[in-house]
């Protein structure tokens, strides 16, 4: 009974003495633990995590039995743990450290805050995303129904400098021959991806770095495998379009989804791409002179 009274003598001083700043902490311990372990859920680092905790469970009961020598083991490979964490989880830290710190999510919650009005320059990069959207949906519907394979990569707010360096700079203005002629399989630069920065055809040829997510489906090829690797490393929108059955697919923060019809990609990418949803007369306005130029 004594323990009891002392359990909620002890409880009510803590609340008594418990702050706002006190209420701060924790929720900050708490988002952060709740993003760490959405960060390692249902990947290779949740395996990693079990390995830690069974090792800490080891030298608990090696502790309680005062076992001397594997005490004395654990605590030397406790001593260099936090550079053993960050050695282990190398990729799961990047990509943590590179969704925190893309300057895309704090310009857009800037200009929610301050209310920042869009320009003629803002307009006029909008028009030159959305040309460029419409050349690439036309040029993956040529290149499905020919069954010519692609790899498209959108840059958005992660810049993508490295990648550009492994193949060759265009800058061209996209249209739909222009992008087939790149990716027809005898081209020199058919074998790699594509990058679009700002509109605009900015390089070809370029190398992307491979997923190594062993639940990726093993039906799928390079081309996608590589897709889904550069989501993972960046947040730009992938396009694929297959070899084998010319089906089109977006890649798209580590995952990948399939399937899309010209409309369907029209419609995705501009969710995607553009900073305000498209009115359908502005889409009717730009196939109608496309239609006029080509007749």
């Not at 359990?7 to 633990?33: E, M, P």
């Not at 990947?43 to 905790?53: N, P, S």
């Not at 282990?88 to 895309?104: C, D, T, V, W």
């Not at 805050?113 to 519907?141: H, M, P, Y």
Request: charged content about 20%; some cysteine.
């Amino acid at each position: 009974m004594g323990q009891f009274v002392t359990f909620w003598t002890a409880l009510g001083r803590l609340f008594q003495s418990f702050q706002l700043k006190d209420l701060l902490d924790v929720a900050l311990v708490s988002f952060i633990i709740y993003n760490a372990i959405k960060l390692i859920r249902e990947t290779r680092a949740a395996q990693l995590v079990k390995g830690i905790i069974l090792v800490a469970g080891v030298w608990l009961i090696a502790l309680a039995f005062n076992l001397y020598v594997m005490t004395s083991l654990l605590q030397y490979l406790f001593q260099f743990g936090l550079l053993a964490v960050v050695v282990l989880f190398q990729p799961e830290l990047r990509r943590a450290l590179e969704q925190i710190g893309r300057s895309g999510n704090l310009n857009d919650a800037g200009k929610k805050f301050f209310g920042t009005q869009r320009n003629w320059k803002s307009e006029e990069r909008e028009t030159r995303k959305l040309r460029g959207i419409i050349a690439i949906v036309d040029s993956c519907e040529a290149m499905s129904k020919s069954k010519t394979g692609a790899l498209i990569v959108f840059e958005r707010h992660t810049r993508l400098g490295e990648i550009i360096n492994t193949g060759t700079v265009v800058n061209a203005v996209p249209s739909a021959p222009i992008i087939c002629n790149i990716f027809f399989n005898k081209a020199p630069l058919h074998d790699g991806a594509m990058i679009i920065r700002d509109g605009m055809v900015y390089a070809a040829g370029c190398i992307l770095p491979l997923t190594k997510d062993e639940t990726v489906d093993i039906n799928l090829g390079t081309r996608h495998r590589a897709a889904i690797g550069m989501s993972e490393n960046s947040d730009a929108v992938v396009v694929v379009v297959s070899e084998e059955t010319g089906q089109i697919s977006i890649a798209l923060n580590s995952s990948i989804t399939r399937n899309y019809t010209r409309e369907t990609l029209k419609e995705k990418l501009c969710s995607l791409l553009l900073e305000e949803p498209v009115p359908k007369k502005k889409w009717n306005g730009f196939f109608s002179k496309r239609g006029r130029k080509e007749s």
